[in-house]
């Protein structure tokens, strides 16, 4: 299953991560729902809702101090270390989690959803002062419970209690997922028990969902991989899996806009669809399809720089191009197709939705300059892909409309003030 997974890694490039209280159990912060889980110890109603906070707040901080105490200094482990190290690298896109405790900031992703809150800081329920949990610890400690603001006002941890409305991630994950759908992605979902909405909805935004968890879950018939362990522990054999394929070499970053198995999946699905239909399918399209087929075979024996890329990454161009040319074999196409088949369309629409995803993420009020610069970095990369493409002269792209885009790029990242490497992110092409 971990070799299988992996292969789906690369295929549906960066996919999503989700995670729960269980990824940081291996970090010594008991989850809700596992035998001897924080659970069976404290009412959750009781103790950490709204309710508790107005109606009893001194029960609330006293059941509350040793967990947010323990939590805070709780360092990451393997689980979180390899997802940020993954992240970073360019094989897996943002995380939403639904844990308060920091862990993966803390263990390297920079890209993270937090849709329980957090507890890094507490705000004054009357007026927009923050402290940080330090600073109300020690009002606590001199026995003001509860702890209050200047203002008089009650200090509330950032975190979301049972009765609060979801944060601004939650609604900032939700819209990019939404406006990026059209690259069929996939999430995974790792130590969550999927019980708890509307978090357990996100896996349905996805084409493809594998879980990973050490126990079953409410989503398990949704999903196409289940691997059962401990989080850490699976971490650690996909990293290894991943440096296997890359022949045991470190692995480095994957260049931003490197889908060779993505196309080689989406050809695949217009396959497939064509081979429901059996006697049904048109010459036309028969036509589009080997001019695809055609399109990227080239690309995958011409691919950039091909003799100094990692070998993971020759890894995907050649078992991309070895089911191309089986599908070639299939269809006993010739190799002089002057169709266009479907792929420009496809990769048009991709960048076209990048760039919507972009300048919609932008205008949030709390848009991050590096998550802004990120995408524009897989526009680019995708834009590069398409020029090469063009360039090979197998099908006729329509430059008309990407044509613009890395200037207009280049003005959102002067406007937002993130350094874009314009050489770097289309140089690969
Ligand atoms: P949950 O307790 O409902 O589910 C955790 C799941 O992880 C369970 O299925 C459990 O079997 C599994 N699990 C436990 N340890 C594991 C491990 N080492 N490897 C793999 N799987 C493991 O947790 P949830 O779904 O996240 O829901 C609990 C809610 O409570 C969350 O919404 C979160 O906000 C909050 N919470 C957060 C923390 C934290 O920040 N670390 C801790 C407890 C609870």
């Known amino acids: 299953m971990i070799n299988k997974l992996v292969e789906q890694i690369l295929i549906y490039p960066r996919p999503w991560i989700l995670t729960g209280a269980g990824i940081s159990t291996e970090s010594g912060i008991p989850d809700f729902r596992s035998s001897g889980g924080l659970w069976e110890k404290v009412d959750p109603i009781e103790n950490f809702s709204t309710w508790a906070l ?6 609330f901080f006293t059941h509350g101090l040793p967990l ?25 896109g943002p995380v939403i989690t639904q844990n308060v405790d920091s862990l993966h900031q803390k263990g390297g992703a920079a890209w993270v959803y937090e849709i329980h809150g957090h507890l890094r800081t507490a705000s004054c329920m009357d007026c927009p002062q923050s402290v940080t949990m330090e ?40 819209r990019l997922i939404r406006t990026l759908n059209p690259m069929d992605n996939m999430i995974i979902v790792i130590g969550s028990s999927l019980t708890v909405s509307p978090i357990n909805l996100f896996p349905y935004e996805f084409k493809k969902l594998a879980i990973l968890n050490n126990s079953s879950t409410a989503l398990d018939n949704n999903a196409e991989i289940i691997i059962r362990g ?43 669809s064509m081979a429901d239909k059996k006697a049904s399918i048109k010459a036309e399209e028969l036509d589009r399809l080997a001019a695809d087929l055609i399109l990227l075979e080239t690309l995958y024996k011409n691919y950039p720089h091909i003799n100094t890329r990692q070998p993971i990454e020759r890894y995907m161009l050649h078992h991309s191009l070895e089911k191309i040319q089986a599908l070639k074999s299939k269809y006993s196409f010739e190799s002089d197709y002057s169709s266009t088949g479907y792929i420009p369309r496809s990769l048009n629409d991709i960048i076209e939705s990048y760039f919507d995803a972009l300048q919609s993420y932008i205008r949030q009020y709390n848009c991050q300059a590096e998550i802004a610069g990120e995408i524009a970095l897989q526009i680019l990369g995708l834009i590069g892909l398409y020029r090469f493409l063009g360039d090979l002269g197998i099908q006729t ?3 008309s409309y990407t044509r613009g885009l890395p200037d207009k790029i280049q003005q959102i990242a002067n406007r937002l003030n993130f350094k874009l490497d314009m050489e770097k992110a289309t140089g690969d092409f």
């Open 135 to 174: 600073e109300l610890f020690t009002i606590i400690n001199q026995g003001e419970i509860p702890p209050r603001c200047e203002c008089g006002g009650m200090l509330k941890p950032d975190v979301i209690l049972f009765g609060d409305s979801m944060p601004n991630d939650f609604q900032d994950a939700i």
């Open 397 to 399: 792209f329509d430059y």
């Open 68 to 92: 947010f105490q323990q939590v805070l200094a709780a360092d990451p482990n393997d689980g979180h270390i390899i997802v940020g190290e993954l992240q970073e690298k360019g094989f897996l």
């Open 54 to 59: 107005y109606n009893n707040p001194k029960g």
């Open 230 to 272: 401990t989080a850490g522990n699976i971490m650690q054999n996909i990293k290894q899996r991943l440096i296997a394929l890359n022949k045991g070499e470190t692995l480095k970053s994957l260049p931003a806009g490197f889908i060779p198995g993505r196309l080689a999946g989406m050809v695949l699905d217009i396959e497939g």
